[in-house]
Every structure is written in structure tokens, then in C-alpha cells.
């Protein structure tokens, strides 16, 4: 018997997140599992260098990216994901996603980490590595990656309530 309580979705609130988002609401609620809803801030102390003037503006241009990244992290999980999965949003901040997702699914003993993919090719691969690789081959629990568009098998509720009468 497979046994879910805490599932992890990974949003960097492109397509494939948002993917990964809905496979994860539904796995959750097929479990009935409680959802956290993950996003990694770039943490700017850790990857630009430059002279101290220029402190006080990181300062602030973290504070900004943090801001943005909470009202769209908050904006993505609704009342009704709050009420029924006791969904809660997560914001980390970072230098490196992969190594923050995998850490914090240590600590908050997560079941299950869905995430989206962009499924780039060797080239952008080799250039830009992969954040789901990367958890893929770290992570402390299974790991499903999502690439949008591919097959899709989360049914929108419409066709499920169609489906359910046929």
C-alpha cells in the first residue's frame, strides 16, 4: 500500500509548475495528503559579487524578488486547496534550488515531490543543468517530473463528473 501524507510541489511558476501543480493537488486529494507548494528565491548575496556600494541595492532587490515571489506563491493556492489539502505556501531563498528543495523535503519529512520539467534540449541541458535532475538523483522520497505539453492523465473536474455518469 502506497501511503502519501505530505507532498511537495516545486514551482518555478512556469508551465510545467503549473502542471506539476495540478498533479499535485490531485494526488493530494487522492490520498489525502496535505500539499506544500515550494518556490527557491535566488539568493543575489550568493551569486553576484560586486563592490560594497552596491549592498544596500541587493538588499532591496531581494527584498522585491522575495515580495513578488510570495504574492504569486500565495496567489497560486487557493481557498480551497488551503481548506481541503491544508495547503501552505513555502518560499526558501537560495543559490542553489535543487540543494534548498531537497533539504527542506528532508526536514519536513515529505512523502512525495512533484515537479515540472522544461525538458530542454542536451545543449541547454549542458549549459544550464537541471533543477529536477538534480533532485531527482538527491531527493530523500520519490520524485515525479511533469513536462507540459506531454501526456496528460489529470482530468479537468468537467470530464471527471462525465466520466463518472458514463
Avoid: W
Wanted: hydrophobic letters at 50%.
Amino acid at each position: 500500500m502506497i501511503r502519501l501524507t505530505r507532498i511537495l510541489v516545486a514551482t518555478d511558476f512556469s508551465e510545467p509548475s503549473q502542471a506539476a501543480l495540478s498533479y499535485g493537488r490531485e494526488l493530494a486529494r487522492a490520498f489525502g495528503a496535505h500539499l506544500q507548494v515550494v518556490n527557491v528565491v535566488d539568493h543575489l548575496a550568493t551569486t553576484i559579487v560586486g563592490p560594497e556600494g552596491y549592498v544596500a541595492n541587493l538588499m532591496d532587490m531581494q527584498h522585491q524578488m522575495e515580495g513578488a515571489a510570495r504574492q504569486e506563491l500565495d496567489a497560486l493556492i487557493s481557498d480551497e486547496d488551503r481548506r481541503e489539502l491544508a495547503a501552505k505556501p513555502i518560499l526558501l531563498m537560495s543559490g542553489a534550488p535543487a540543494l534548498a528543495i531537497v533539504r527542506y523535503a528532508k526536514e519536513a519529512a515529505i512523502d512525495l515531490i512533484v515537479m515540472g520539467t522544461h525538458g530542454r534540449g542536451a545543449l541547454g541541458h549542458f549549459l544550464m543543468g537541471s533543477v529536477a535532475e538534480k533532485v531527482v538523483r538527491s531527493a530523500p522520497c520519490p520524485v515525479l517530473t511533469v513536462r507540459h505539453p506531454e501526456h496528460e492523465f489529470v482530468l479537468p473536474d468537467a470530464l471527471v463528473a462525465i466520466a463518472r455518469t458514463a
